[in-house]
């Protein structure tokens, strides 16, 4: 599985190096949208659309989206397996708000939350305060 993610979103790194140190087996591929050569590696991806919501190919090459992604890997990896009350029909339409909510507005959640950080690349780090 491959998701492509906003590395730049201090919530959204977080996760996903949750995800990187559970996945044991080394199925999950993080790719950030961020990168130099993202659309030539990727051109198959709509880099705008993906920074709206959370993109992953499957194995079999099918392209999932939204909470669907954050479900299908940690399923992966073994863990959070409450996540799939997220997916229950009637439970999925609120679930699928929330997602798109936090979606549009992770980088302004994110430095309500983490005010401390900023992230750059792959990782999260402390924010320097006597940076201008």
Request: aromatic fraction near 8%.
């Given at each position: 599985m491959i998701i492509f993610y906003d590395a730049n979103c201090p919530l959204c790194n977080a996760e996903m190096q949750q995800l990187k140190k559970a996945d044991f087996e080394q199925k999950i591929t993080l790719e950030d949208l961020n990168a130099?050569?993202?659309?030539v590696r990727f051109p198959s991806i709509n880099k705008?659309?993906?920074?709206?919501?959370?993109?992953?190919?499957?194995e079999a090459g099918?392209?999932?989206?939204?909470?669907?992604v954050t479900y299908t890997a940690w399923k992966t990896v073994?863990?959070?397996r409450w996540l799939k009350i997220l997916r229950?029909?009637?439970?999925?339409?609120?679930a699928d708000l929330g997602y798109n909510f936090f979606a549009k507005y992770?980088?302004?959640i994110s430095r309500?939350?983490?005010?401390?950080?900023t992230c750059e690349g792959n990782r999260g780090s402390p924010r320097n305060r006597n940076k201008k």
């Open positions: 130099t050569d993202f659309n705008t659309r993906a920074m709206e919501i959370l993109h992953a190919q499957t099918d392209m999932i989206y939204g909470l669907d073994g863990k959070h229950l029909p009637v439970i999925r339409i609120f992770r980088q302004p309500l939350l983490m005010p401390n950080t």
